[in-house]
């Protein structure tokens, strides 16, 4: 499949879904052609103008829905993605008719709408839908082992060892009380990568970091395919799934927004 | 000469609390065993949900709430403060966990059991006259129910104090004491993923509608006659 970089479609998966229009005609911007007249600048239909609504859409995961296999199943995608992503989607797009948020872009939306913990309605099915697609491109087929270069000399950096920062890892991801996520981000005040889990669909967006790698460990991501086994799910996921492409691309773009450190220049 | 030997409190205190720590046993929890086969309540619930859901998600509470209670016993003996505050969200959850379930076990039973008849008695009664009908209930649970975020549960509770029937839900796997001692938990339906996935995929409302047809009210009406007595 020729799939594409997704580096810029997931912060924003706005489009153009519908919009109420009649066909504009020449006569809409006639002026009038006497010039003791009174001319509008603007069309004479302008309140009956057409209106774009613009709601946000399904992103495709960047593989084939397959492409996981055998550590997902296409089955847990297509029902994960094609079911349960969607419907935050379609939920979404519903409460945003009569919201004040319409018209933010997702990341803007999370922050706002987590209102420091006390969530507003449509924190959940926003902050789910950033977090899912944030998910699916944390992964690739083929993905996992050891990243290299910057990313592998930052995580070494900040957990000790490339092993330490799996083990913290795992070990967040199996003391999750209930449904919840683990993170791998990048503090801005302290400028390191961390891991933490969160509760339902909290993400380290709400506290104003940056995440580089997400897992889903509520029970619907892993239970068709490992049970309640959430060890051998996360073990494969960092073993096999992680995308270690997405990651250096999301320091790259993290890189930006925080100082790592004196850039090294070549000599000479 | 005599010696005397002179035993100070500490002394006797030191002496005798071994002596009485050898007889004072820890009381863990088991896990309780289902009164049906794990097939019996099909098609509402499948045969693998109940089994995953009895062998290892419950017993995973079970040895874990145990586990806990050790970790107390032993912390709270030494006067460590700081780790028996800190052990308080594992034994809230697998406690929590331990006694959710027992309590869902019993509020299931096969269709030829009482699964899915309507309550008799008193608390036929106190339905119809706190929620209009039975339908009415139910729909007020499953609303409730696929309206909950990520995990927890979905209950009727008796409000001890006010006299009332009540819906109430708790996130994850806190008990419904946890939102006032005067809830007694009557029925209560557990809306994790792991209830239902394997079968209902992410259509948690389904699930709700289908596990009525399993579910029987004799545990039920035994707590609310016993509470109104």
Redesign the interface.
């Known amino acids: 499949m020729g799939s594409q970089v997704v580096m810029a479609s997931n912060w924003c998966g706005c489009g153009v879904v519908s919009s109420n229009s009649r066909k504009m005609s020449a006569n809409d911007f006639k002026l009038s052609s006497s010039p003791f007249k009174f001319s509008k600048p603007y069309p004479r239909s302008a309140r009956s103008a057409y209106r774009v609504t613009a709601y946000y859409g399904l992103t495709t995961p960047p593989y084939e829905l397959d492409a996981l296999e055998p550590y997902m199943s296409k089955r847990t995608v297509e029902?994960?993605w094609g079911?349960?992503h969607n419907?935050h989607v379609e939920k979404l797009n519903k409460i945003l008719k009569n919201s004040t948020f319409y018209g933010h872009t997702l990341e803007e939306m999370v922050k706002a709408t987590y209102n420091n913990g006390n969530p507003l309605v449509e924190f959940?099915d926003a902050s789910s839908l950033w977090s899912h697609d944030f998910f699916w491109e944390s992964m690739q087929p083929k993905g996992g082992s050891i990243p290299r270069g910057g990313v592998l000399n930052q995580i070494e950096k900040d957990f000790e060892s490339f092993t330490n920062f799996k083990d913290e890892f795992a070990n967040a991801a199996l003391s999750i009380?209930?449904?919840?996520w683990v993170w791998l981000y990048l503090k801005r005040n302290e400028k390191k990568l961390v891991v933490a889990k969160t509760?339902?669909?909290v993400s380290p967006l709400v506290w104003g970091d940056i995440p580089i790698i997400g897992l889903d460990m509520?029970?619907?991501a892993y239970?068709?395919d490992y049970?309640?086994d959430r060890l051998a799910y996360v073990n494969n996921f960092l073993d096999h799934l992680v995308s270690w492409h997405s990651v250096m691309v999301r320091m790259m773009r993290a890189e930006a927004f925080v100082n790592l450190g004196e850039p090294k220049i070549p000599e000479g | 000469m005599a010696v005397r030997f002179v035993a100070s409190r500490k002394t006797l205190a030191q002496t005798l609390t071994p002596a009485l720590r050898h007889y004072r046993s820890l009381t863990t929890v088991t896990l309780p065993d289902l009164p049906y086969d794990y097939g019996a309540l099909e098609p509402a619930i499948s045969g693998e949900i109940m089994r995953l859901h009895h062998q290892k998600h419950h017993q995973t509470y079970v040895t874990n709430y145990n586990k806990a209670l050790e970790q107390l016993e032993s912390a709270v003996s030494k006067g460590d403060a700081p780790a028996v505050v800190q052990l308080q969200s594992a034994l809230k959850f697998n406690g929590g966990g331990h006694v959710n379930h027992s309590i869902f076990w019993q509020n299931l039973k096969p269709v030829g059991e009482g699964g899915g008849d309507s309550p008799h008695g008193e608390l036929g009664w106190a339905i119809d006259k706190d929620f209009g009908s039975m339908e009415a209930l139910v729909k007020k649970m499953n609303s409730e129910g696929a309206a909950l975020q990520g995990s927890g549960w979905v209950w009727l509770a008796l409000d001890k104090e006010q006299k009332i029937l009540k819906v109430e839900t708790t996130p994850n796997q806190d008990a419904l004491v946890t939102k006032g001692a005067h809830l007694v938990p009557l029925l209560g339906i557990d809306v994790w993923e792991h209830a239902y996935y394997l079968q209902y995929k992410n259509v948690r409302p389904d699930y709700l509608t289908n596990i009525w047809k399993v579910i029987s009210w004799k545990y039920a009406g035994e707590v609310f006659d016993k509470e109104c007595a």
């Open positions: 029902i994960h079911q349960a419907e959940n009380f209930g449904s919840g509760q339902n669909a509520w029970e619907h239970y068709l049970k309640d």
